[in-house]
Structures are given as C-alpha cells and as structure tokens.
C-alpha cells in the first residue's frame, strides 16, 4: 500500500537493494537522492502510479528500456536521453539533461522538447559543446521558442553561443516563460558583457562571468525588462557604478563578486535599483574610497 518512499540521503542504498521496490505496484513518490545508487532496475520504469523519480545526487546518467510510464515529475542531475523518452506523454518537469560531451546530442533535445506536449518545466547542462554542434543547438532553442515551457534553466551556456540565443528567440520568442534562469560558462570569460544580453528580454535570472564590468554593460544589462536575480562575477574590476538611468527595474537580488585585485567598491547612485531587496559583495576593498557609497539609496532592502 505504499505510496510515498523517500530515500534520500540513505547511507549504503546501493542498485541491488532496490529490486523489491519494483513490487510496490502502487508507488507514486520514489526519492533517491544523495544516495550511492549507479542504475536503476527496469521494474522501477515500469510502476503504473509512480509520477515522481527523484535521482539528484546520484551517478545515475541514463534510465533503463521501458515501454510506457506515467511519469510526471523527472528530477536528475544530468541525464543522457535514452530511446523511447519522447514516449513520456504525461512528463512535466525534467531537469537536469546533459547535453554535449559523452551526453545527449542537441537533436535529440530538440526532439523531446517537440513532443512533450505537456512539458512546463525543463534544465539542461551544457558540456563541452562543438562547433559542429551548433546548428543542433539552434534547433533546440528554435524548438524551445514554439513549445510551452514555463521554467527553463540553462546551466554553463557557453558565452560564443549567446549570439545564436539571441537571434532564435528575436525570430520564435518562448512567450509561456516565466522563469528563464542562464548561468554562463566561465571557462573562458568574455573581457566585458556580451552586448548580446540585451536581446534576451525574457531573462528572469543570470549568473555570470567577466574580466572587467564597464558601463556598457552596465546598462546593458540595466536594460533586460524582467531581471529579478543577478549573481555577477567580475576578475578585475575598478568601482561599480549604478545609476537611475541603468534601469533595473525589476532586479531585487544582486550579488556581486570581484575575484582578483582590490576593488573600489560600490557606488549606488539614487533611484539605482529601485526594488532591490538583497545585496551580497564579496571582493577586497581598496584604502581609497569607501566600501559602499549610496546605500541609504535602496530603499526596499530587507
């Protein structure tokens, strides 16, 4: 009669204790994370109830053959699509798929974006991603611009690309989203903000890397109309200046980190950032200015 089990975290679960779960006929809740689980047994695959799998935390990368599920919740930490995925007509959330390297072939992303009618909620990892890849990678965006997709997390977009994001979504916007997370690659950080973000007006929340915050970018990313989340790297960067006339308007986390070299510090001018409600800095500060100049400007910080 069990409905819900929840492993997660449960120290010495290894893949052949989990045959007898494939018995319990009326499953709907399997939680696995954080466990030493490598595979999963093919009865797993095949409960009639079970709507939710939770992996995350697990070496799992590829699920087992299965013919027809009921699944509608998929949570992993990077998963490589098997065959027959496309088949999951009840599946709403799936995060994370590893797309690249030793992963999923963008194609094939692009695929299952097209035929998960009901799909709302979706993660992919990028790794290592080619040049030969890239005309896969636009049909995936292509893809993801004409589907229903609600939550999109992009974890480490590679920076080359962001030109190619651009210019899909300027053609097919994604006009369901409401949270569109982007963390960049920072493997190879761009010298300043790519001018192409501000293509990317459906952008909710960014994590990125430069060498050096100039005011172009600065503005430029001001300017995206429903940034709420900013976590911005920086590896040398002189004083971050913000202005009324950068925008902002949404933003109400903004985390700023100066990785290298003393840094000036911050300086808000008033109307910066009108709505913001959480400040985090982490960078050295430099003897000859102030730390933070303009704070008493931020008016809704909690």
């Known amino acids: 009669l069990v409905r819900v089990l929840d492993l997660t975290d449960a120290k010495g679960l290894e893949n052949e204790q989990l045959g007898s779960i494939g018995r319990l006929s009326l499953l709907r809740y399997l939680g696995l994370g954080g466990t030493e ?32 599920t009921k699944l509608v919740s998929l949570l992993t930490n ?101 949270k569109f997370e982007l963390r960049m690659d920072w493997l190879l950080c761009p010298p300043i903000v790519p001018g192409e973000i501000s293509f990317l007006i459906d952008l909710t929340h960014l994590h990125i890397g430069v060498a050096v915050v100039e005011a172009e970018g600065v503005r430029a990313l001001g300017a995206l109309p429903k940034l709420a989340l900013l976590k911005l790297h920086s590896f040398n960067s002189p004083r971050f200046s913000v202005s009324s006339k950068d925008d902002f308007q949404c933003l109400k986390v903004f985390c700023y980190f100066c990785e290298h070299g003393a840094s000036m510090g911050l300086q808000l001018e008033e109307g910066a950032m009108p709505h913001l409600r959480r400040l985090l800095l982490d960078f050295q500060v430099s003897d000859e200015t102030h730390f933070v100049s303009g704070i008493q400007y931020l008016s809704c910080l909690v």
Request: net charge negative.
């Open 37 to 68: 689980v490598t595979e999963l047994p093919q009865l797993i695959m095949e409960l009639d109830h079970l709507s939710t799998l939770d992996i995350r935390q697990t070496e799992v990368k590829k699920l087992p053959e299965f013919k027809d």
């Open 78 to 178: 990077g998963l490589t699509i098997p065959g027959g995925m496309g088949e999951m007509e009840n599946l709403e959330e799936l995060s994370t798929i590893h797309l690249g390297r030793d992963g999923s072939l963008p194609d094939n992303v692009a695929g299952l974006v097209k035929k998960l009618m009901r799909l709302w909620m979706l993660g992919v990892n990028f790794s290592f991603i080619a040049e030969t890849e890239r005309q896969g990678i636009k049909h995936f965006l292509e893809e993801v611009g004409k589907s229903k997709l609600q939550f999109l997390f992009l974890h480490d977009y590679p920076h080359r690309l962001l030109g190619l994001l651009g210019d899909c979504w300027t053609r097919v916007r994604p006009c369901y989203l409401r």
